[in-house]
């Protein structure tokens, strides 16, 4: 039976943010260089080491206040990044693009080498082509090598076989369309095997395609990846088949997934509306298989929210190494970790970034001092500053090569940790 159904505003909307007008020891030795600094002598803080989308930590606003993007700078970006230790690509949602960086960042506010779906890096058009987005929320790269992009404003997922280093590989396009029946050209929202309604994190894994497809409350998951845009998805889960998509809280039910995570063995979902994670220990075969166990609530059947150690605000970033995971608690401005997978409902978190690392109750933005207001506020809410301690409506996570990345929306901008 659910208790509390408060989730008023679809992810769709940046509402609840404050507005704003040799890898691992680079990140090991800018990590104790950064540290020492704090909001005050009794709060404990996890440091960021590196900043993208600005030139330091204290900048906060879209392209870095300047009129257009740069080759640089991120306007709200959404999901989790991706890397395999050597490439980085974000995506920068409202600039309706992809940036690549073909080696690690080392720098702060380093300029990207390659954009996909922008013909340079100052326009930010929207478009449904091969070679252009509208509004990614996520990009990945596959177990296979593959780059895969939710294009959530034209819902589709698109798929290059290989993730592009040059140019030239841009230019040729993906090899795949998902969602759309194998056109490049059209947008089409649906509920069927084949179509997605705002498609929000894609992933491929084990050569299985999943997708979190948010606006129908379910995952869809391709028992092999499609090579023609055509083929149904063979699993649905948060739904009892392929043509409906109402919510629930029940373990085999969904209300607004936004990201996943899987090693083909395991699978982690950020059941969004439901202020909660879902846990399958082993990965589901067949359509609406009930998760294993359930983070962030007690029980299943269970739908309320709070800022605590076993809660969340709004879970819309999920991260894991195999054996310990990553959650991005968009409302409460924190990425949380626990140490270990699920072995029963409702476990705690061990550490907090963006937060007093040991405050599981504190959730005001860019609140540096902890006094649970949004620093230089006035009250309104309005004028928090950013610094390196501190989020700002966090909406993905991602840890790959000794790096924990935190993709700060309220911010636009992604921060690098150490795990």
Not at 128 to 133: D, G, I, R, V
Not at 389 to 412: A, F, K, M, Q, W
Request: aromatic share 8%; net charge negative; hydrophobic share 35%.
């Amino acid at each position: 039976m659910r208790l509390r159904r408060a989730f008023a505003a679809s992810l769709l909307s940046p509402r609840r943010l404050v507005r704003k007008s040799s890898l691992v020891v680079t990140a090991s030795t800018l990590l104790l260089a950064a540290c020492g600094g704090g909001g005050g002598d009794n709060i404990d803080w996890e440091t960021a080491f590196q900043v993208i989308g600005h030139t330091n930590f204290q900048q906060d606003d879209v392209n870095d206040t300047q009129s257009t993007p740069q080759s640089y700078t991120l306007a709200t970006p959404f999901g989790n990044v991706a890397s395999d230790g050597t490439k980085l690509y974000v995506a920068d949602t409202a600039n309706n693009r992809i940036l690549v960086w073909t080696s690690i960042p080392t720098t702060n506010g380093q300029v990207a080498d390659l954009v996909i779906g922008q013909d340079d890096f100052t326009t930010k058009t929207s478009g449904t082509t091969a070679s252009k987005l509208a509004t990614p929320y996520q990009v990945s790269i596959g177990s296979g090598g593959q780059l895969v992009v939710a294009d959530t404003g034209n819902n589709r997922v698109l798929i290059w076989d290989t993730a592009p280093t040059t140019q030239s590989e841009i230019d040729a396009g993906p090899d795949v369309v998902v969602g759309q029946g194998g056109s490049f050209t059209t947008q089409v929202s649906g509920t069927t095997a084949q179509n997605f309604n705002a498609p929000t994190a894609a992933v491929i894994s084990n050569n299985k395609l999943i997708v979190a497809d948010q606006g129908n409350n379910r995952v869809l998951i391709w028992s092999s990846v499609p090579t023609a845009g055509t083929e149904d998805a063979s699993i649905v889960l948060g739904q009892s088949d392929f043509t409906s998509n109402g919510d629930d809280d029940g373990a085999a039910d969904m209300y607004k997934p936004t990201s996943i995570w899987t090693d083909g063995t395991q699978l982690l979902v950020a059941d969004t509306g439901n202020y909660r994670v879902l846990y399958w220990s082993t990965f589901p075969q067949s359509s609406a298989t009930e998760a294993s166990y359930v983070v962030g609530q007690t029980d299943f059947n269970r739908s309320t929210y709070s800022t605590s150690a076993s809660t969340f605000e709004s879970p819309t970033g999920v991260a894991s190494d195999g054996a310990q995971f990553w959650v991005a608690d968009r409302g409460s401005n924190r990425v949380v970790k626990f140490d270990s997978m699920p072995a029963s409902n409702g476990m705690s978190a061990s550490l907090v970034y963006g937060q007093d690392n040991q405050n599981f109750t504190a959730s005001a933005a860019n609140d540096d001092d902890q006094d649970g207001k949004t620093d230089n506020d006035d009250d309104d809410q309005e004028n928090g500053a950013a610094t390196k301690h501190t989020l700002n409506g966090p909406t993905g996570v991602y840890v790959e090569g000794g790096v924990l990345y935190i993709t700060d929306r309220g911010n636009s901008r992604v921060e690098m940790y150490a795990p």
